[in-house]
């Protein structure tokens, strides 16, 4: 260890991390070793040289150290190579029921900074901090033995990135493919804009909560508010629903929505409308149309602890509409993917929503990210998708 990069944490409660939490802060760094420049890979000690774990370090960054592991243990290609076969094994479940899943989710598997989804014979890679960046090409030499993809596009384009002092990269890694990707989820089929798509294209958490949905829709009339490129709507038309409509802001989701409905056969029962949700949930309450099923599904309101007020005050406005808009029984599911709104926030002001539309409600179903999402206990960001199917009565 004597020739280690280091990082040595500060004294008592200052220095002490949370239990399995891999971030470590700037303020509870006492000194390095001057060799230590950003993007390294580091060993952490404690105050009293035990060793706490390696990772790397980058200081524009306020968690200066990401921990790859709590042991005693290299950092190069054989451990990236363990770890990324390790994260796809545990999703050997999703094969039978779908081509496309999150085959690495950052901190979840132990790889903080990395996310690798899968679309069909595509692997989309997303690099979001500078000391993963520093470790590309083991990862790209490990992802084309365990993985295999035919082609593999680079979607690092996060806002994250910014903060770690990386540029956003966008693009074909080797041989080029089709940045419109065609996936199978169950009975559904669905085209992912791999290129221009919300996350690496597709909500591959909410695939349990559209497969719900779906069992729920037959004789159903529905609607799916911030629709994106349609995935509730398919599934709920592919449930039998009578009648669906979705509702967007942007055109080009719009029309990808409309292809993907024509994929699926549902052209006779999908409308996909464009329009700001709160304007049309308002004009739809206010005209007396009713829906039987109605989605909401936002895109996260609180980026950060300090817009949760204003976030709080839109979840409540939608909600409140959507309950006024609802049939006499009909169910409303609803999401929150803000980590900074709990389960406690999100599940209060739900209460208050029924309240204020006088409604009383009952829980059919609590929806979290899917199972390609794992959840750590032990780092809470990890959870960050929380939903409810409520009957509204």
Not at 4 to 28: A, C, N, S
Not at 118 to 133: A, F, K, P, R, S
Not at 154 to 167: I, T, V
Request: net charge positive; hydrophobic share 40%.
């Amino acid at each position: 260890m004597a020739q280690d990069k280091i990082v040595r944490l500060r004294k008592g409660k200052k220095g002490t991390l949370r239990q399995g939490h891999p971030w470590i802060f700037k303020t509870q760094i006492f000194k390095l070793t001057s060799s230590v420049r950003p993007g390294d890979k580091v060993t952490v000690i404690s105050n009293e040289d035990k060793i706490i774990g390696r990772g790397y370090f980058n200081p524009a960054s306020k968690i200066a150290v990401r921990l790859l592991t709590f042991n005693d243990e290299p950092i190069d290609g054989a451990f990236l190579h363990g770890r990324i076969a390790s994260a796809v094994e545990k999703r050997a479940f999703l094969k039978g029921e779908t081509n496309a899943g999150r085959l690495i989710f950052t901190e979840a598997d132990s790889l903080p900074g990395l996310v690798a989804d899968m679309y069909n014979d595509t692997l989309v890679l997303q690099i979001l901090t500078l000391g993963m960046e520093r470790l590309k090409g083991d990862i790209l030499k490990a992802v084309r033995e365990v993985i295999k993809p035919k082609f593999i596009y680079e979607r690092s384009d996060s806002p994250f990135r910014k903060a770690e002092g990386l540029k956003p990269v966008k693009g074909w890694i080797g041989p080029e493919g089709n940045t419109n990707v065609e996936i199978a989820e169950g009975p559904a089929k669905f085209i992912v804009d791999i290129e221009n798509g919300h996350k690496t294209g597709f909500y591959l958490d909410q695939r349990g909560s559209r497969r719900a949905l779906r069992a729920i829709s037959k004789g159903k009339s529905v609607l799916d508010l911030f629709c994106y490129t349609g995935g509730f709507s398919v599934h709920a038309a592919l449930g039998g629903a009578k009648k669906v409509c979705g509702v967007d802001i942007k055109t080009a989701w719009l029309e990808l929505a409309r292809k993907n409905s024509g994929l699926n056969a549902a052209d006779s029962v999908t409308e996909f409308i464009k329009g700001d949700a709160f304007g049309v949930l308002r004009n739809f309450c206010n005209s007396g149309e009713r829906f039987d099923i109605i989605i909401v599904d936002p895109p996260s309101f609180a980026k950060d602890w300090r817009s949760v007020v204003m976030a709080v005050k839109g979840y409540k406005e939608l909600n409140t509409l959507a309950m006024r808009s609802l049939s006499a029984g009909g169910v409303l599911c609803t999401f929150s993917c803000s980590h900074n709104i709990s389960n406690e926030i999100f599940s209060k002001l739900l209460k208050e929503c029924a309240a204020e539309a006088g409604k009383d409600i009952a829980i059919l179903k609590r929806c979290r990210q899917d199972k390609d999402h794992p959840i750590v206990r032990s780092i809470p960001e990890t959870e960050y998708l929380k939903g409810y199917f409520l009957k509204v009565s």
